[in-house]
Protein backbone atom coordinates (compact mmCIF):
# COMPACT_ATOMS: atom_id res chain seq x y z
CA UNK A 1 0.00 0.00 0.00
CA UNK A 2 1.20 3.52 -1.02
CA UNK A 3 1.51 6.20 2.25
CA UNK A 4 -1.17 7.65 0.76
CA UNK A 5 -4.03 5.42 1.02
CA UNK A 6 -2.57 4.35 4.60
CA UNK A 7 -2.89 7.87 6.08
CA UNK A 8 -5.65 7.66 4.97
CA UNK A 9 -6.74 4.80 6.55
CA UNK A 10 -9.78 5.31 9.38
CA UNK A 11 -10.46 3.43 12.73
CA UNK A 12 -13.85 3.68 13.98
CA UNK A 13 -12.12 3.44 17.59
CA UNK A 14 -11.44 6.95 18.40
CA UNK A 15 -7.94 8.51 17.75
CA UNK A 16 -7.27 11.86 18.98
CA UNK A 17 -5.04 14.66 16.92
CA UNK A 18 -0.91 13.79 17.29
CA UNK A 19 -2.35 10.60 18.67
CA UNK A 20 1.05 8.29 19.04
CA UNK A 21 -0.95 4.98 18.38
CA UNK A 22 -2.81 5.83 14.85
CA UNK A 23 -4.57 2.75 13.12
CA UNK A 24 -1.36 2.35 10.82
CA UNK A 25 0.76 1.96 14.03
CA UNK A 26 -0.52 -0.85 16.32
CA UNK A 27 2.34 -1.59 18.21
CA UNK A 28 2.12 -4.64 20.64
CA UNK A 29 2.51 -5.00 25.06
CA UNK A 30 1.63 -6.91 27.98
CA UNK A 31 -1.10 -5.08 29.98
CA UNK A 32 -2.99 -5.88 32.79
CA UNK A 33 -6.78 -4.84 33.30
CA UNK A 34 -8.76 -5.31 36.91
CA UNK A 35 -8.11 -8.78 38.80
CA UNK A 36 -7.14 -10.89 35.04
CA UNK A 37 -3.46 -12.25 34.36
CA UNK A 38 -1.73 -9.76 32.14
CA UNK A 39 -2.13 -10.40 28.26
CA UNK A 40 -0.96 -9.30 25.00
CA UNK A 41 -2.65 -5.74 23.23
CA UNK A 42 -2.07 -3.50 20.69
CA UNK A 43 -2.71 0.20 21.44
CA UNK A 44 -4.96 1.91 19.29
CA UNK A 45 -5.73 5.76 20.14
CA UNK A 46 -6.68 5.89 24.27
CA UNK A 47 -7.38 1.88 24.45
CA UNK A 48 -5.60 -0.78 24.32
CA UNK A 49 -7.20 -4.27 21.82
CA UNK A 50 -6.60 -7.19 24.12
CA UNK A 51 -5.75 -9.63 21.63
CA UNK A 52 -6.34 -12.66 24.11
CA UNK A 53 -9.99 -12.03 23.78
CA UNK A 54 -10.17 -11.57 20.26
CA UNK A 55 -8.92 -15.08 19.59
CA UNK A 56 -11.35 -16.70 22.49
CA UNK A 57 -13.96 -15.11 20.63
CA UNK A 58 -12.93 -16.60 16.85
CA UNK A 59 -11.99 -12.60 15.82
CA UNK A 60 -8.38 -14.12 14.90
CA UNK A 61 -9.45 -17.88 13.53
CA UNK A 62 -7.55 -16.79 10.14
CA UNK A 63 -4.47 -16.54 11.55
CA UNK A 64 -4.74 -20.74 12.17
CA UNK A 65 -2.91 -20.11 15.18
CA UNK A 66 -2.77 -24.14 17.26
CA UNK A 67 -2.85 -21.92 21.07
CA UNK A 68 -3.62 -18.73 22.30
CA UNK A 69 -0.25 -17.01 22.08
CA UNK A 70 -1.76 -13.73 23.32
CA UNK A 71 -2.81 -15.18 26.53
CA UNK A 72 0.82 -14.55 28.12
CA UNK A 73 3.01 -12.10 30.44
CA UNK A 74 5.12 -11.56 27.76
CA UNK A 75 5.32 -11.68 23.57
CA UNK A 76 8.12 -13.49 23.31
CA UNK A 77 5.93 -16.38 22.28
CA UNK A 78 4.08 -14.49 20.00
CA UNK A 79 7.14 -13.54 18.02
CA UNK A 80 8.60 -16.44 18.00
CA UNK A 81 5.71 -17.52 15.22
CA UNK A 82 8.02 -15.49 12.98
CA UNK A 83 7.53 -11.98 10.46
CA UNK A 84 4.87 -13.59 8.34
CA UNK A 85 2.40 -14.64 11.35
CA UNK A 86 3.53 -10.60 12.46
CA UNK A 87 2.42 -9.39 8.89
CA UNK A 88 -0.41 -11.64 8.82
CA UNK A 89 -1.91 -10.64 12.36
CA UNK A 90 -1.23 -6.86 11.36
CA UNK A 91 -3.38 -6.79 8.64
CA UNK A 92 -5.97 -8.67 10.34
CA UNK A 93 -6.20 -6.24 13.22
CA UNK A 94 -5.85 -3.25 10.41
CA UNK A 95 -9.21 -4.74 9.11
CA UNK A 96 -11.10 -4.98 12.34
CA UNK A 97 -10.28 -1.59 13.15
CA UNK A 98 -11.27 0.15 10.20
CA UNK A 99 -13.93 2.45 10.08
CA UNK A 100 -16.27 0.14 7.25
CA UNK A 101 -15.24 -3.03 8.88
CA UNK A 102 -18.52 -3.95 11.51
CA UNK A 103 -17.57 -7.10 12.68
CA UNK A 104 -16.42 -6.36 16.07
CA UNK A 105 -17.39 -2.52 15.82
CA UNK A 106 -20.92 -3.32 15.64
CA UNK A 107 -21.13 -6.38 18.41
CA UNK A 108 -21.31 -3.57 21.71
CA UNK A 109 -20.66 -6.71 23.82
CA UNK A 110 -17.38 -7.48 22.27
CA UNK A 111 -16.08 -3.89 21.65
CA UNK A 112 -16.36 -3.14 25.41
CA UNK A 113 -14.69 -6.16 26.48
CA UNK A 114 -11.62 -5.66 23.53
CA UNK A 115 -11.25 -2.22 24.21
CA UNK A 116 -9.73 -1.46 27.29
CA UNK A 117 -9.50 1.95 28.63
CA UNK A 118 -5.18 2.49 28.63
CA UNK A 119 -5.62 5.12 31.62
CA UNK A 120 -7.19 1.82 33.60
CA UNK A 121 -4.82 -0.78 32.74
CA UNK A 122 -1.04 -1.15 34.15
CA UNK A 123 1.59 -1.90 30.79
CA UNK A 124 4.29 -4.48 31.74
CA UNK A 125 7.59 -5.08 30.42
CA UNK A 126 6.71 -6.24 26.93
CA UNK A 127 9.38 -8.87 26.51
CA UNK A 128 10.94 -11.33 28.76
CA UNK A 129 14.86 -10.19 27.62
CA UNK A 130 17.43 -12.98 27.70
CA UNK A 131 20.63 -10.70 26.78
CA UNK A 132 21.04 -7.66 26.24
CA UNK A 133 23.77 -5.41 23.99
CA UNK A 134 24.53 -2.06 24.26
CA UNK A 135 26.14 -0.52 20.75
CA UNK A 136 28.10 3.03 20.95
CA UNK A 137 26.97 3.88 17.72
CA UNK A 138 26.33 7.59 17.71
CA UNK A 139 29.96 8.94 16.24
CA UNK A 140 28.47 12.73 17.85
CA UNK A 141 28.28 10.79 21.35
CA UNK A 142 31.50 8.46 21.08
CA UNK A 143 33.52 11.90 20.05
CA UNK A 144 31.97 14.00 23.16
CA UNK A 145 32.56 11.36 25.36
CA UNK A 146 36.14 10.90 23.86
CA UNK A 147 36.82 14.61 24.36
CA UNK A 148 36.08 14.63 28.09
CA UNK A 149 37.34 11.25 29.02
CA UNK A 150 40.56 11.36 26.76
CA UNK A 151 41.22 15.34 26.56
CA UNK A 152 44.71 14.42 25.09
CA UNK A 153 44.27 12.24 22.40
CA UNK A 154 41.93 11.84 19.24
CA UNK A 155 38.42 11.92 20.26
CA UNK A 156 37.54 8.74 18.41
CA UNK A 157 39.37 5.67 18.69
CA UNK A 158 40.98 4.07 15.89
CA UNK A 159 38.54 0.93 15.50
CA UNK A 160 35.10 3.49 15.76
CA UNK A 161 34.57 3.88 12.25
CA UNK A 162 35.13 -0.01 11.29
CA UNK A 163 33.31 -1.60 13.86
CA UNK A 164 30.15 -1.04 15.52
CA UNK A 165 31.34 -1.24 18.91
CA UNK A 166 29.12 -2.62 21.94
CA UNK A 167 29.68 -4.51 24.63
CA UNK A 168 27.27 -7.09 26.84
CA UNK A 169 25.12 -5.29 29.30
CA UNK A 170 22.61 -7.15 31.86
CA UNK A 171 19.29 -8.50 31.28
CA UNK A 172 18.05 -8.12 34.74
CA UNK A 173 17.74 -5.05 35.29
CA UNK A 174 15.73 -3.93 32.21
CA UNK A 175 12.68 -2.37 33.54
CA UNK A 176 8.99 -1.22 32.31
CA UNK A 177 8.60 2.79 32.35
CA UNK A 178 6.94 4.40 35.44
CA UNK A 179 9.21 1.94 37.55
CA UNK A 180 11.07 4.51 40.36
CA UNK A 181 15.16 3.72 40.02
CA UNK A 182 17.47 4.54 43.25
CA UNK A 183 20.25 6.22 42.98
CA UNK A 184 23.19 3.74 42.68
CA UNK A 185 26.30 3.43 44.93
CA UNK A 186 29.73 2.59 43.63
CA UNK A 187 33.19 3.27 43.84
CA UNK A 188 34.55 6.79 42.25
CA UNK A 189 37.82 8.46 42.10
CA UNK A 190 37.41 12.36 42.51
CA UNK A 191 39.29 14.76 40.56
CA UNK A 192 42.38 15.44 41.77
CA UNK A 193 42.43 12.28 44.53
CA UNK A 194 45.01 9.50 44.70
CA UNK A 195 42.51 6.57 46.54
CA UNK A 196 38.98 5.85 45.34
CA UNK A 197 35.49 6.69 47.60
CA UNK A 198 32.84 5.04 48.41
CA UNK A 199 29.29 6.54 48.08
CA UNK A 200 26.11 7.37 45.98
CA UNK A 201 26.86 8.26 42.67
CA UNK A 202 27.16 12.35 41.91
CA UNK A 203 26.89 12.10 38.00
CA UNK A 204 23.67 10.52 37.47
CA UNK A 205 22.80 10.67 33.63
CA UNK A 206 20.33 9.29 31.11
CA UNK A 207 21.17 7.51 27.39
CA UNK A 208 18.91 8.67 25.18
CA UNK A 209 18.77 5.53 22.77
CA UNK A 210 16.40 3.13 21.20
CA UNK A 211 16.18 -0.73 21.41
CA UNK A 212 15.55 -3.35 19.25
CA UNK A 213 13.67 -6.78 19.81
CA UNK A 214 15.52 -9.89 17.94
CA UNK A 215 12.58 -11.86 16.76
CA UNK A 216 14.10 -15.16 15.73
CA UNK A 217 16.86 -17.01 16.41
CA UNK A 218 20.15 -17.81 14.45
CA UNK A 219 22.05 -21.01 15.31
CA UNK A 220 25.37 -21.02 17.27
CA UNK A 221 28.14 -20.70 14.60
CA UNK A 222 25.72 -18.88 12.34
CA UNK A 223 25.85 -15.62 11.44
CA UNK A 224 23.34 -13.13 10.04
CA UNK A 225 23.96 -10.76 6.78
CA UNK A 226 23.05 -6.85 6.82
CA UNK A 227 20.54 -8.77 3.83
CA UNK A 228 18.93 -10.35 6.09
CA UNK A 229 19.16 -8.85 9.57
CA UNK A 230 15.41 -7.28 9.21
CA UNK A 231 14.12 -10.52 9.11
CA UNK A 232 15.36 -11.25 12.57
CA UNK A 233 13.97 -8.11 14.07
CA UNK A 234 10.34 -7.91 15.69
CA UNK A 235 10.38 -4.35 15.88
CA UNK A 236 11.68 -1.01 18.72
CA UNK A 237 11.37 0.33 21.84
CA UNK A 238 13.02 4.11 23.62
CA UNK A 239 15.68 2.80 25.44
CA UNK A 240 16.84 4.64 28.62
CA UNK A 241 20.26 3.38 29.63
CA UNK A 242 20.78 4.76 33.02
CA UNK A 243 24.05 5.29 33.46
CA UNK A 244 26.59 6.79 36.36
CA UNK A 245 29.35 8.64 34.79
CA UNK A 246 31.81 9.05 37.95
CA UNK A 247 31.59 5.04 38.50
CA UNK A 248 31.65 4.55 34.73
CA UNK A 249 35.05 7.51 34.12
CA UNK A 250 37.06 5.50 37.36
CA UNK A 251 35.79 2.03 36.11
CA UNK A 252 35.55 1.57 32.51
CA UNK A 253 39.53 0.99 31.47
CA UNK A 254 40.09 -1.40 30.07
CA UNK A 255 37.26 -3.62 30.08
CA UNK A 256 34.46 -1.17 29.65
CA UNK A 257 31.78 -0.03 31.67
CA UNK A 258 30.47 -2.59 34.48
CA UNK A 259 28.36 -1.19 37.88
CA UNK A 260 28.37 2.17 36.10
CA UNK A 261 25.57 0.78 33.77
CA UNK A 262 24.17 -2.50 34.85
CA UNK A 263 21.74 -1.00 37.94
CA UNK A 264 18.63 -0.28 35.61
CA UNK A 265 17.47 0.81 32.07
CA UNK A 266 13.90 2.05 31.60
CA UNK A 267 12.08 0.89 28.61
CA UNK A 268 8.96 2.31 26.79
CA UNK A 269 5.75 -0.27 27.04
CA UNK A 270 4.57 -0.28 23.69
CA UNK A 271 7.02 -2.13 20.71
CA UNK A 272 6.46 -0.57 17.15
CA UNK A 273 6.75 -3.23 14.56
CA UNK A 274 9.14 -2.66 11.74
CA UNK A 275 5.82 -3.35 9.55
CA UNK A 276 4.97 -0.22 11.41
CA UNK A 277 8.17 1.82 10.77
CA UNK A 278 8.48 1.18 7.01
CA UNK A 279 7.52 4.51 5.51
CA UNK A 280 9.91 6.24 7.83
CA UNK A 281 12.88 4.34 6.15
CA UNK A 282 15.84 6.83 4.75
CA UNK A 283 19.47 7.14 4.36
CA UNK A 284 22.01 7.39 7.37
CA UNK A 285 25.17 8.88 7.31
CA UNK A 286 28.01 8.63 4.67
CA UNK A 287 30.03 6.08 6.21
CA UNK A 288 33.75 7.00 5.40
CA UNK A 289 36.30 5.14 5.00
CA UNK A 290 34.79 2.33 3.82
CA UNK A 291 33.30 -0.86 5.73
CA UNK A 292 34.62 -4.19 5.60
CA UNK A 293 32.41 -6.55 3.19
CA UNK A 294 29.93 -7.98 6.18
CA UNK A 295 29.09 -4.71 6.76
CA UNK A 296 28.36 -3.65 3.56
CA UNK A 297 24.69 -3.05 2.45
CA UNK A 298 22.29 -2.41 0.23
CA UNK A 299 19.40 0.49 0.25
CA UNK A 300 18.10 2.80 3.12
CA UNK A 301 18.41 0.26 6.53
CA UNK A 302 18.11 3.65 9.00
CA UNK A 303 15.09 5.29 10.11
CA UNK A 304 13.52 8.56 10.86
CA UNK A 305 12.83 8.67 14.22
CA UNK A 306 12.48 11.80 16.56
CA UNK A 307 13.37 11.68 19.97
CA UNK A 308 12.58 14.16 22.92
CA UNK A 309 13.92 14.21 26.58
CA UNK A 310 12.11 16.07 29.36
CA UNK A 311 13.26 16.94 32.84
CA UNK A 312 10.62 17.19 35.35
CA UNK A 313 11.90 18.18 39.02
CA UNK A 314 10.19 16.96 41.72
CA UNK A 315 6.55 19.09 42.08
CA UNK A 316 7.78 20.76 38.18
CA UNK A 317 6.45 21.05 35.11
CA UNK A 318 8.24 18.65 32.47
CA UNK A 319 11.14 20.87 30.40
CA UNK A 320 12.58 19.50 26.91
CA UNK A 321 16.18 19.43 27.35
CA UNK A 322 17.07 17.69 24.19
CA UNK A 323 16.10 16.75 20.87
CA UNK A 324 17.55 14.04 19.07
CA UNK A 325 16.62 11.48 15.98
CA UNK A 326 17.60 7.57 15.19
CA UNK A 327 18.33 8.51 11.78
CA UNK A 328 21.81 9.76 13.50
CA UNK A 329 23.23 6.99 14.14
CA UNK A 330 26.57 6.26 12.10
CA UNK A 331 25.68 2.46 12.58
CA UNK A 332 22.20 1.08 11.58
CA UNK A 333 20.54 -1.62 12.72
CA UNK A 334 21.26 -4.36 10.22
CA UNK A 335 25.19 -3.59 10.60
CA UNK A 336 24.65 -4.02 14.41
CA UNK A 337 22.92 -7.29 14.01
CA UNK A 338 25.65 -8.19 11.66
CA UNK A 339 28.52 -7.40 13.48
CA UNK A 340 26.97 -8.75 16.51
CA UNK A 341 26.53 -12.28 14.67
CA UNK A 342 29.60 -12.57 12.58
CA UNK A 343 31.39 -14.29 14.82
CA UNK A 344 28.64 -17.14 15.41
CA UNK A 345 27.23 -15.52 18.30
CA UNK A 346 23.67 -16.86 18.83
CA UNK A 347 20.70 -14.47 19.07
CA UNK A 348 17.91 -15.33 21.39
CA UNK A 349 14.06 -14.28 20.98
CA UNK A 350 13.29 -11.11 22.71
CA UNK A 351 17.04 -9.89 23.25
CA UNK A 352 17.42 -6.52 23.15
CA UNK A 353 20.23 -4.37 21.26
CA UNK A 354 20.25 -0.46 21.89
CA UNK A 355 21.80 1.55 20.08
CA UNK A 356 24.02 3.96 22.76
CA UNK A 357 23.46 7.42 23.29
CA UNK A 358 21.92 9.04 20.20
CA UNK A 359 23.70 12.61 19.90
CA UNK A 360 23.14 15.14 17.08
CA UNK A 361 25.60 17.25 15.72
CA UNK A 362 24.36 20.33 17.75
CA UNK A 363 24.47 21.30 21.44
CA UNK A 364 20.34 20.53 21.63
CA UNK A 365 20.29 17.42 20.47
CA UNK A 366 23.05 15.44 22.71
CA UNK A 367 21.47 12.70 24.64
CA UNK A 368 22.83 12.99 27.77
CA UNK A 369 23.24 15.17 30.10
CA UNK A 370 27.24 14.43 30.27
CA UNK A 371 27.09 16.08 27.18
CA UNK A 372 24.68 18.84 27.45
CA UNK A 373 26.34 20.32 30.63
CA UNK A 374 29.47 19.33 28.70
CA UNK A 375 30.43 17.56 32.41
CA UNK A 376 28.73 19.65 34.49
CA UNK A 377 30.49 22.91 33.46
CA UNK A 378 27.59 24.50 31.69
CA UNK A 379 24.39 23.13 33.93
CA UNK A 380 20.97 23.35 32.26
CA UNK A 381 18.34 26.33 33.55
CA UNK A 382 14.90 25.09 35.12
CA UNK A 383 11.72 26.68 34.38
CA UNK A 384 11.77 26.26 38.69
CA UNK A 385 14.74 28.57 39.32
CA UNK A 386 17.05 25.65 39.81
CA UNK A 387 19.57 24.31 37.64
CA UNK A 388 21.40 20.87 36.85
CA UNK A 389 24.67 19.47 36.05
CA UNK A 390 23.57 15.63 36.61
CA UNK A 391 20.38 13.87 37.55
CA UNK A 392 19.15 15.24 41.52
CA UNK A 393 16.36 12.83 43.74
CA UNK A 394 13.12 13.47 42.72
CA UNK A 395 13.83 14.06 38.66
CA UNK A 396 11.62 12.60 36.32
CA UNK A 397 12.89 11.79 32.97
CA UNK A 398 10.92 11.40 30.29
CA UNK A 399 12.04 9.83 27.10
CA UNK A 400 9.68 10.15 24.09
CA UNK A 401 9.83 9.42 20.18
CA UNK A 402 7.48 10.03 17.20
CA UNK A 403 8.05 9.59 13.17
CA UNK A 404 5.63 11.09 10.63
CA UNK A 405 5.59 11.90 7.19
CA UNK A 406 2.97 13.87 5.71
CA UNK A 407 -0.45 13.01 7.58
CA UNK A 408 1.38 9.61 8.58
CA UNK A 409 2.27 9.87 12.44
CA UNK A 410 3.16 6.76 14.73
CA UNK A 411 4.33 6.81 17.50
CA UNK A 412 6.46 5.10 21.04
CA UNK A 413 4.59 6.83 23.76
CA UNK A 414 7.33 7.47 26.31
CA UNK A 415 9.38 6.25 29.04
CA UNK A 416 9.35 7.87 32.19
CA UNK A 417 11.65 6.75 35.60
CA UNK A 418 11.88 8.85 38.45
CA UNK A 419 14.79 9.07 40.47
CA UNK A 420 15.01 7.98 44.29
CA UNK A 421 17.43 8.72 46.85
CA UNK A 422 20.14 5.76 47.33
CA UNK A 423 19.22 3.50 49.84
MN1 LIG B 1 24.26 3.09 26.70
Redesign the pocket.
Known sequence: MKISSLSSLNTWVHVPANSDFTLYNLPYGIFKYGSKKPRVGVAIGEHILDLSYLYKKGYLDQLFLNENVFKSDSLNRFIALGKPYWTLTRKRLIDILKEDNGELRDRKEDVEKALIPMKKATLLMPVKVGNYT?FYSSMEHATNVGKMFRPDGDPLLPNWKHIPVGYHGRASSIVVSGTPIHRPKGQTMPDGATTPVFGPTRQLDF?L?MGFIVGRENELGTSITTDQAEQYIFGMLIFN?W?ARDIQKWEYVPLGPFLS?NFASSVSPWVVTMDALEPFRCAGPIQDPPVLPYLRFEGEKSFDIHLEVYLQPEGGEPQLISESNHKYLYWNISQQLAHHTVNGCNMKIGDIC?S??ISGATENSYGSMLELTWRGTRPIRLANGTERKFIEDGDTVIMKAYCKKGNLRIGFGSVQCKILPAI
Open positions: DEEDSKAGT
